[in-house]
């Protein structure tokens, strides 16, 4: 057993099976949780978890990690400290692009919301069931249809309308945003392609010269469904400190249906 195998022990002896409903009347040999159960819990083999526990396994991936810290509950410190011993720790250089399990508990409690992260380049890492219903979903998108200032500046989302207005302040917030981020990351090299891709745009270039620096905060758009037709939303955008992830929150407009059609949306999914 490995060091990495010895704190998953750890972590999995230390599980209350019963405030994770998992409790039986079944003799337990073990004061946490079975192997079996965390392996439900993650989503993996417990085969795998068994190699991982002993040292036999190769170095999970980041996926994997993530989901043994969403089944372990653990601590925005101890996953870090899983991904180090899996050898996936953050390169200083680049931007962040895992979800620390603190943020996976705020999106749980927010399916009645579309929602999505993005990391510090725009680039969509994870939405949520009505996030996908509302825009379409992303799992069927290319690379540069899950980058936001992509799918902005080429025009690439059919599913959203803006006015001139919404449109003009939405794009010089985003490129003020991306601008503060290629300072904070001035060696990433995605960083550098997206800038260099989108300076071949006019709008992109022109706001670029402007020089603005700032944190992009909120929006407001209109996202047009094939069923249930206009929906209305505002946009709020909560960036993570420690991360440099982006929450954005997409809320129905009072005074609308918005809210209505959102759940014409998520009814079928229920």
Request: glycine share 6%; hydrophobic share 45%.
């Amino acid at each position: 057993m490995n060091e990495l195998g010895a704190v998953l022990r750890a972590w999995r002896d230390r599980m209350d099976p019963a405030a994770i409903d998992l409790a039986d009347a079944s003799p337990r040999r073990v004061a946490g949780l079975r192997r079996g159960e965390l392996a439900t819990l993650a989503g993996i083999s417990v085969e795998y978890v068994a190699r991982l526990e002993q040292g036999r396994a190769a170095t999970p991936s980041a996926q994997v990690c993530a989901s043994l810290a969403r089944a372990l509950r653990l601590s925005d410190d101890e996953e870090a400290h899983l991904m180090r011993l899996a050898g996936l720790a953050a390169n200083p250089g680049r931007i962040p692009g895992l979800i620390p399990g603190s943020l996976h508990r705020v999106i749980d409690q927010l399916d009645g919301t579309p929602l999505a992260v993005y990391d510090a380049a725009w680039r969509l890492l994870h939405w949520n069931r009505l996030f996908a219903a509302t825009f379409g979903d992303p799992a069927d998108a290319t690379a540069d249809d899950r980058n936001a200032m992509i799918v902005q500046f080429e025009s690439r989302n059919p599913r959203v309308r803006q006015t001139d207005a919404e449109r003009v302040y939405f794009e010089q917030s985003l490129v003020a945003d991306l601008r503060a981020t290629g300072a904070r990351y001035p060696d990433d090299p995605d960083v550098a392609a997206l800038i260099s891709r989108l300076a071949g745009n006019d709008r992109f270039r022109r706001l670029w010269a402007l020089g603005d620096v700032a944190v992009h905060e909120s929006a407001h758009k209109t996202a047009v469904h094939p069923d249930v037709g206009a929906i209305p939303l505002d946009t709020s955008v909560l960036t993570s400190q420690t991360t440099d992830l982006r929450l954005v929150v997409l809320t129905p407009r009072p005074g609308t249906d918005a809210r209505e059609k959102l759940d014409r949306l998520l009814a079928p999914a229920r």
